[in-house]
């Protein structure tokens, strides 16, 4: 889709550094004001020309890269749009020419403005389908720019997108440092966004302005749009519209859309090369390698993009204040054993008898424990390389019709890395012959018993943590095919269908760390013989877990018993067992997005002397999602946690859809601008909707522009919702929350489940209302101020809530039995005889809502002619004034603005400096503090009483970049990010110490990047 844009469209330039501009009137408003004296003062060329299109209501089209740093001397009294730009353009080796469309484009050398002229591609702008609106029109957007992204000295868009206030807050947007190989977590090697904190299926995600396919693998249950499938030097520009935008891209823009606009027309050839690393004493480099080459043959335009990028894994361990988690595992590596009948408290092997190590031995209200600090093996960004490539081709007929084809590949590899699985309650048989004596002389006396033997016939349980971490990699591959037309009608309506064809596919897995749960459970039972026959020594039940002696062994048959010792540390096993025990659980997903599209714009008709605009379209599209886990991984009712501490997940789903779209730019007055919109979305599966939105811009003064904006929104779950099975996951009970999970003790420590989450076959589509209004202020030709208001309730969320099942749960709306007693698949909850939630089956459903609504703040300043060079300052911040959350009808509504994750303030200043060959910024990043959510043990470790309020303090960082141009072919740019070195906040309510949502803990990292243009 491509648009025309008037003040956004010179804002844009002078902001993107790349691109092109489009000022465009109708004819009749050009000959009115072409004869009209202009008078342009002397300063930057872009900025003059930006003033002539708004005098005159000409188009004019130029690039930066064209326009660049040329300065002119001005002009006063012209009495055409020709004139004011051959006096602007004197002098500067520029010139420009007419398009058959009428425009002014600008480019290099002395060519006669007479000469025939090619008709410019015009930039696409988010925010309308109709050519024309200005910047600051009805409705707020944001754009992360070229420039931006360079200062950034990011290697990923998604390190970028991080970075806006817009994007801040809750556990929406994410990357790989929330990435594990629990299918809970976020895919090893993705990253997803999410606009206002309300989740990444909120936010719409296009690329080119048309549909992006979602990630094969979702993150839980939520399907999203990979940011890392998208090779970043094929990335123009980001255009975010941060309200909702369902009347115009579609019905599940519920809080705006990000769209990622890809490079396109590049003349010659560049390569950029670029290293980066933290001044950590640890090694988290990072490698890029781009190249650029495109052309014109004759009417055909071509360009190639070819990225490479390669990041070292980094782990939790790697920082000082990360490294020992204030609340380690009480689960270890030299298991706590008690035989839940006589055995009054757990027994493990204690440092005296040369077992558990002093310093991670401990007593609690179970009995003895070894810790494990998990810390020491989880990674915070695992290890990443990827290559990837666009391909973009034009062929223009004729002066009005082009031929369009996109080609974007991404294919990765990555390696991620969790903590060890814990194992509970697994049954050891009591004649092991690793058992330790003074391990039996210990259960011995806490049962009072006179002899080990006595245990015989009945399984003593362990509960301890397997020795190797879960590790998992995991290989991506993305594509998508794009091929298109365009043409221009004589009397300017624009009309443009285009194909599309684009998927995902990925496979996992394990490394190590995966253990198979009735082989693990055999080997401490007796029932493996070393050829790998089974006998049934004991009767397992994987249900519950639990055993019943029967008596047969491997040498009853003239074999010999293939023992698992979990004594020692686990350290000594016989290499036979690795075969048996270990699985790689390979993962299979496949995504695919079928669609076509056409759409129209232009002039409609005059209403009271004035233009009003349109655009009209239609697309149809079909979506398939296939997630398929390992015969290994898949729970049954007899076997509900096939492999140890390990989730599965899958997925099966396709969806058609069509939609239909209108939308209406109405000028009421010259000072005073409607925009109707009005989108009808059907999908087969869950009926159809039509969602409006109406705006208006009011510009009561040449210098302030007031707007408002209001539309609808439905979204439909997405397949990875609708379509889910069974998902193994783990959740501690919080009993603060829920007390009648703990015996009704709000200050005990909840279990930690091992727990599922089951699929829904009726959910119900979620909806939204959202609108806002705001001021933007230019009170000087260089300044621009922009304050807007927003608000966006989405209601009947698709989703878990795991607190709100369990009060449901306990209410009976769900089963709630014994322990073992559950079947999986089935909702519900397993007690203990003590009261406690020992096991969770919690339910995908819709939910209550949420409510966010806040401010944006937006400054922009720029200082020319000034000894010193040329600067920008910049202001950009969002305050989030509620984010109100309803779990369920029955729930009480929590506001979380200012609670655990959901800072109310997030906010970047930026000062830009230019002189000649020089570049430089300063960027001052700042997150506001907000309540910890730390439990009662945590709490205790850290030496504050239980009913402690604790706050996570403010943060801020600071980023620099300067670069140079050595010759007019070759830049070298140096990136520091955090450039002090600040650590990030204490944050007691998460076990890695710090919060990786809303903070990054690598520290100080430098790069450096060599560009050479050919």
């Known amino acids: 889709m491509t648009t025309r844009s008037g003040l956004l469209g010179f804002r844009a330039a002078l902001m993107l550094g790349t691109a092109c501009i489009v000022l465009p009137i109708s004819q009749a408003a050009v000959a009115q004001t072409q004869s009209a004296p202009i008078t342009v003062p002397a300063g930057r060329l872009d900025d003059a020309l930006r003033r002539v299109a708004l005098a005159t209501g000409a188009d004019v089209l130029f690039t930066a890269e064209t326009v660049g740093d040329a300065r002119t001397g001005g002009v006063q009294g012209a009495t055409s749009p020709d004139q004011a730009l051959s006096a602007l353009l004197s002098g500067s080796g520029l010139s420009y020419i007419r398009t058959s469309s009428g425009a002014y484009a600008i480019r290099a050398g002395d060519q006669d403005a007479s000469s025939d002229a090619t008709e410019l591609e015009e930039v696409a702008v988010t925010g309308s389908r109709i050519r024309g609106l200005p910047n600051d029109g009805p409705v707020q957007a944001r754009t992360v720019t070229a420039e931006e992204i360079r200062e950034s000295g ?20 994410f990357s790989t440092s929330t990435a594990g190989p629990l299918s809970g977590s976020t895919p090893v090697g993705a990253a997803g966004v999410s606009l206002r904190g309300l989740g990444t299926g909120a936010t719409l995600t296009l690329i080119n302005s048309r549909r992006a396919y979602v990630a094969s693998f979702a993150r839980g249950q939520e399907s999203f749009i990979d940011a890392n499938s998208i090779p970043l030097a094929a990335i123009e520009r980001v255009d ?12 599940d823009a519920v809080a705006g859309v990000v769209n990622y606009i890809l490079r396109d027309d590049f003349e010659g050839a560049e390569i950029s090369v670029s290293y980066g690393d933290s001044t950590a004493s640890t090694d988290e480099g990072k490698t890029n390698v781009s190249a650029v080459i495109g052309g014109q043959v004759g009417d055909h335009s071509l360009m190639l993009v070819g990225d490479w990028f390669k990041r070292n894994a980094f782990y939790d361990r790697d920082r000082s204040y990360t490294a020992d988690s204030f609340r380690p595992s009480q689960q270890g590596f030299y298991p706590s054993f008690n035989d839940l009948f006589a055995n009054t408290f757990d027994q493990t092997e204690e440092p005296g008898d040369g077992g558990c190590p002093a310093g991670d031995f401990g007593s609690g209200n179970l009995g003895e424990y070894c810790e ?20 973009s081709h034009k ?16 294919q990765s590899e990555s390696r991620g890395t969790g903590s060890p699985a814990n194992f509970s309650r697994t049954p050891i048989d009591p004649e092991n012959p690793f058992w330790p004596t003074a391990l039996q002389d210990d259960l011995v006396e806490d049962a009072g018993f006179t002899d080990f033997s006595d245990f015989y016939g009945f399984p003593i349980y362990a509960y301890g943590k397997l020795l190797e971490p879960r590790a998992v990699e995991v290989e991506s591959e993305s594509f998508r095919l794009v091929s298109g037309l365009n043409h221009r009608f004589d009397n300017g309506w624009s009309v443009e269908a285009a194909l599309t064809y684009g998927g995902n596919d990925r496979i996992q897995r394990g490394l190590s760390g995966l253990v198979r749960t009735a082989a693990f459970y055999d ?21 519950r877990p639990d055993a019943d002696f029967v008596g047969d062994t491997c040498e009853d048959i003239g074999k010999t018993t293939l023992w698992y010792n979990p004594f020692g540390g686990q350290t000594n096993q016989d290499p036979r067992l690795a075969d048996i025990l270990n699985t790689t659980a390979e993962r299979r997903g496949r995504s695919r997005l079928y669609a076509a599209d056409i759409s129209a714009d232009g002039d409609l008709f005059t209403f009271n002397g004035r233009t009003v605009k349109a655009a009209f379209g239609a697309e149809i599209r079909r979506e398939e999602l296939r997630d398929t886990p390992s015969g290994d991984a898949v729970a049954t009712p007899d076997n509900p946690e096939p492999i140890l501490g390990f989730s599965s997940t899958s997925a099966l789903g396709q969806r058609d859809q069509w939609a239909a779209f209108a939308e209406f730019y109405v000028p009421l007055a010259d000072n005073l601008e409607l925009q109707l919109a009005g989108r009808y979305d059907d999908y087969d599966d869950f009926g159809g909707d039509f969602n409006p939105k109406v705006a ?10 007031l707007r408002a904006n209001w539309s609808t929104s439905f979204r439909a779950p997405s397949l990875a919702q609708s379509g889910a099975g069974v998902l193994l996951s783990s959740y501690r009970v919080d009993c603060e929350e829920t007390p009648g999970a703990c015996d009704g003790d709000a200050g005990a420590t909840g279990q930690a489940l091992l727990s599922e989450d089951v699929g829904n076959p009726n959910l119900e589509a979620e909806n939204a209302e959202s609108y806002g209004f705001g001021a933007v202020f230019t009170p000087t030709d260089t300044i621009d101020i922009g304050l807007d208001y927003w608000d966006i309730r989405h209601e009947n969320l698709v989703g878990l809530d795991r607190d709100d099942f369990i009060r449901r749960a ?90 655990y994750q959901y800072p109310r303030l997030a906010a970047t200043a930026k000062l830009r400096w230019k002189n000649g060959p020089w570049r430089a910024s300063v960027q001052a990043n700042y997150t506001n503090s907000y309540k910890d959510d730390p439990d009662p043990r945590t709490l205790a470790a850290v030496g504050l009483p239980a009913n402690a309020e604790v706050e996570v303090s403010a943060w801020t960082t600071f980023d620099f970049s300067l670069s140079r141009e050595l010759g007019e072919d070759t830049t070298v740019q140096l990136n520091v990010r955090n450039l002090f070195d600040e650590d990030a906040p204490r944050v007691l309510g998460s076990g890695a110490n710090v919060d990786h949502i809303n903070h990054d803990t690598l520290g100080r990292f430098a790069t450096v990047r060599i560009t050479r243009r050919f």
């Open 696 to 705: 208006l811009r009011w510009a009561p003064l040449d210098s302030l522009v």
């Open 395 to 410: 062929w223009r007929i004729d002066d009005r019709t082009e031929w369009f084809n996109e080609v974007l590949y991404q």
């Open 154 to 173: 990011a290697t990923q868009i998604i390190d970028v997108l991080r970075d806006l206030p817009q994007t801040s807050g809750g556990s929406g947007t």
């Open 523 to 543: 080997a401490n039972l007796g029932n493996l013989c070393t050829d790998g026959t089974r006998v049934e020594r004991w009767d397992v039940d994987l249900n």
């Open 372 to 391: 494990v600090d998990v810390n020491d093996f989880t990674a915070t960004d695992e290890e990443l390389e990827s290559r990837g490539l666009l391909f």
């Open 240 to 251: 975010v519209l941060p309200n909702g935008a369902s009347a115009l891209y579609g019905a």
């Open 810 to 899: 306990l209410a009976g709306e769900f089963a709630v039995v014994g322990q073992g007693l559950l079947p999986t698949g089935t909702p519900g909850l397993e007690v203990s005889s003590t009261g406690f939630v020992t096991d969770a089956h919690f339910q995908i459903g819709n939910l209550g809502y949420q409510q966010a609504r806040g401010l944006d703040f937006r400054y922009t300043q720029r200082i020319y002619d000034t000894p010193w060079g040329d600067f920008t300052a910049l202001v950009d911040a969002s305050y989030l004034l509620e984010f109100e959350r309803q779990a369920s009808l029955t729930s009480v509504p929590i506001d979380e603005a200012g609670e």
